[in-house]
């Protein structure tokens, strides 16, 4: 996919500007010389010497810009070598002949950590080995990533070439080399000898020469005067004396015109160029040089300065803007959503999934340190994963902090699952910022790319689907997609409206409280009931309140809808007292993400002073959990609480908090037994159970002990003989609606003034 977008950038950027430019320079040039020739030619000598001059310019620029051009030849291995790291399939020969053709690099070689050629454009050099005085070994075991060689002699083929090496994370090395005589075709019109060939190339020049201070010919259209020295003595001192003459020389190959121009650079002459001028076609000579000027004019600014610039330079930047991520450097959800389209595309032999990498409450760093910080942290994840990539792998940043991994194959499902945990390992050790640790919480969903996939959105919708499944399921670290993920983000989905419309007012039937009665032991009396929020959702039923109450503190409902629970709780004291119950308690459950709202106290003041009469018969349920990290906080909200006149229990006591030495400082009335040290009761022999020593310390501390969960008689029995001073559960009453909660309180005095 990615060869198919550097094609179509050359496309557009660079063949049809320079199409345009060498079209309209061809005409302008044509129309110079056909105005000037007639001008030129009543001023042969003059003209010959200021075209010559002009020349010398050109010559001078062309070097010039044969350096920029060996610059942008130094950057072309750079960027080919990192392309060639990301490009899928690179390691074997056929597909490195392929990846040659496409970057015209005339050489690339896969070199082992160990230094050993694995895979090669060049099947002759597969499993040579460097040596200790080679370049590449020099390279290998330096610290540099990239490095970009001179020219030089191959150490095997003895050809000259222009060598770039790039280093993989894992220790293996990408070799890329340029044939010399294809870095002159690269270089095209800038390279000095390839001008000296142009001029030489026209019909009314003959000989061209390029000459060194040494008196040396280093170019020439005649090869086999390359590298001789200039015996002629005049000649030596024309050329010593910078003096520009047009002289007339007889030479075995005819008669010609001879002129000899310094060329300086930076004020530092060079050498000389030396041109041979067929005397009979003079003229066309004059036209071919203002044509030469001219042309080395626009090719100079208007292609150095325009077409390679634009299409180069911009191409790049595009790519990089287009297909990667600015921060991390990986392709980005572009270049993934292209890939996956690719993928979806085509029929595969090999099977292919995507790992998505979730890092669960990144946001907090942010939030805590800064952005700055949080980019520190995702480079350092980047790299790590990168470092631990295989083969048929390959990564893209998808959003944030969320990643994903294209296999490319894989044996089975428990392959994926066992590849899932690998990464996973990786991030139990801390990331280091600094000389601060910092712990990452990684998720990884997995999902299959079947052919039932059609759709890139389809298929990366399944994988964020899976990620929020485990929002609801903690202890979940790595999880395959299934479809019935998609039936519970459903049911999920229709919950939460139903949560919505009971919160507006819209719809409240489906919403209400069941009470349990609490017996006192010690007067065998009903003192209270605690009420418990029930939910039924249309097409659903009954929703058990451990799902729709976590859907709802995930949603951030629970505030609201614990507003409307404390409003129908003091509905129902109102109720009771009305019936000539007076004195009977309701206790609410309140959850942690309501208690540490900042409008909490704010709000529940707001509900219950319109319900002054039962605010003395509240009571307020927390759980142990919430004590954990918020304790001084909570205990301040509890003091304030219990300043207007509300009951506080803790409940589930002896599964989480359970300090002694803490509860004794906290703002609570009541403790809760876990109904799971009430089983105990039946389950265990009596002389084992450390409930009695439970009950015993609450009623050191001042603390009423209620116990939940009660479903036996001899669970009653074992209660009364420790002094436990309430009950709630089956064995007394299930949960009942307030009507029957009404008949009950009836029911049972009435029974008690029969006994």
């Known amino acids: 996919m990615r060869k198919d977008k550097i094609k179509s950038i050359k496309i557009n950027y660079f063949l049809v500007p320079f199409s345009i430019i060498l079209f309209v320079t061809g005409i302008i040039t044509y129309m110079t010389v056909n105005v000037r020739v007639e001008e030129k030619y009543q001023e042969l000598k003059n003209t010959t010497l200021e075209i010559a001059k002009s020349y010398s310019s050109s010559l001078y620029q062309a070097n010039q810009s044969s350096e920029i051009i060996t610059e942008l030849l130094d950057e072309k291995i750079r960027l080919a070598s990192q ?267 090999r099977k292919k999934a995507i790992f998505l990498l979730n890092f669960v409450r990144f946001d907090n760093f942010n939030m805590t340190y800064g952005y700055s910080y949080g980019n520190q942290i995702l480079k350092k994840i980047v790299a790590r994963i990168e470092c631990n990539l295989e083969a048929d792998e390959k990564i893209f940043r998808f959003d944030g902090d969320r990643f994903v991994i294209v296999f490319n194959d894989y044996q089975d499902q428990a392959a994926l699952e066992v590849r899932a945990d690998q990464l996973l390992k990786h991030f139990e050790e801390p990331v280091l910022i600094g000389l601060e640790k910092q712990y990452l919480e990684l998720q990884v969903a997995i999902v299959e790319i079947a052919h039932c996939y059609v759709s890139t959105d389809k298929l990366l919708q399944d994988a964020t689907l899976a990620i929020s499944h485990m929002k609801h399921h903690p202890t979940l670290k790595k999880i395959v997609f299934n479809d019935m993920m998609a039936d519970n983000l459903k049911r999920q989905d229709q919950i939460v409206k139903a949560l919505r419309k009971v919160i507006s007012g819209k719809e409240t039937a489906g919403f209400y409280l069941m009470f349990q009665p609490k017996l006192d032991l010690a007067t065998n009396t009903i003192v209270g009931f605690e009420a418990l929020a029930r939910l039924k959702v249309a097409n659903i039923g009954n929703i058990p309140p451990d799902e729709f109450i976590a859907i709802a503190e995930n949603k951030l409902l629970i505030f609201d809808l614990g507003l409307i629970i404390l409003q129908q709780a003091c509905q129902f004291i109102q109720k009771l007292q009305q019936t000539g119950y007076a004195n009977i308690s309701v206790a609410i459950n309140i959850s942690g993400h309501q208690l540490l709202r900042e409008d909490f106290l704010t709000k529940i003041k707001n509900c219950i002073d319109e319900y002054q009469d039962c605010k003395q018969l509240l009571e307020f349920e927390i759980t142990e959990s919430v004590l954990f990290d918020h304790y001084e906080q909570v205990n301040n909200i509890l003091g304030e609480i219990q300043k207007m006149g509300i009951k506080t229990s803790l409940d589930d006591f002896g599964t989480g908090f359970s300090s002694y030495s803490r509860l004794e400082e906290l703002q609570i009335e009541n403790v809760k037994i876990d109904k799971l040290f009430i089983d105990k009761i039946i389950e265990v022999d009596e002389k084992h159970l450390i409930l009695s020593d439970i009950i015993s310390m609450s009623h050191k501390m001042g603390l009423q002990v209620i116990a939940e969960g009660v479903e036996s008689e001899e669970q009653v029995v074992y209660l009364r003989k420790h002094h436990c001073d309430m009950i709630q559960g089956y064995h007394l009453s299930r949960p009942l609606f307030d009507d029957q909660a009404l008949d009950f309180l009836r029911g049972f005095n009435k029974d008690k003034e029969t006994n």
């Open 83 to 349: 392309a060639i790291m990301l490009i899928e399939d690179k390691e074997d020969n056929q597909a490195l002949q392929s990846i040659s053709k496409t970057f015209q690099i005339d050489q690339i070689n896969l070199f082992s950590p160990a230094g050993e050629i694995l895979y090669s454009t060049n099947e002759e050099q597969l499993g040579w080995k460097v040596y200790d005085d080679h370049p590449v070994n020099a390279f290998m075991t330096s610290g540099k990533t990239i490095l970009i060689e001179e020219v030089r002699r191959d150490t095997e083929d003895g050809r000259l070439y222009k060598f770039g090496y790039a280093k993989n994370p894992d220790g293996s090395v990408v070799q890329l080399g340029i044939l010399a005589e294809n870095i002159q075709a690269i270089l095209a019109d800038f390279e000095l000898s390839n001008l000296v060939n142009k001029i030489a190339a026209r019909d009314d020049v003959q000989d061209v020469f390029f000459i060194n201070n040494s008196y040396e010919i280093v170019s020439s259209n005649l090869n086999e005067m390359i590298g001789r020295n200039v015996e002629d003595s005049q000649l030596r001192t024309e050329l010593a004396e910078n003096r520009i003459e047009l002289n007339h020389v007889q030479l075995s190959s005819g008669n010609y015109y001879r002129i000899a121009v310094p060329i300086f650079s930076e004020n530092v002459k060079i050498g000389s160029l030396l041109l041979h001028w067929p005397t009979d076609k003079i003229v066309r000579a004059v036209t071919q040089i203002v044509l030469f000027g001219v042309g080395i004019f626009f090719i100079v600014i208007l292609i150095i300065g325009g077409i390679l610039f634009y299409a180069y330079h911009k191409s790049k930047i595009n790519m990089k803007i287009a297909y990667y991520d600015e921060l991390t450097g990986l392709p980005n959800s572009k270049y993934l959503m292209d890939h996956l389209d690719d993928i979806l595309g085509r029929t595969h032999k």
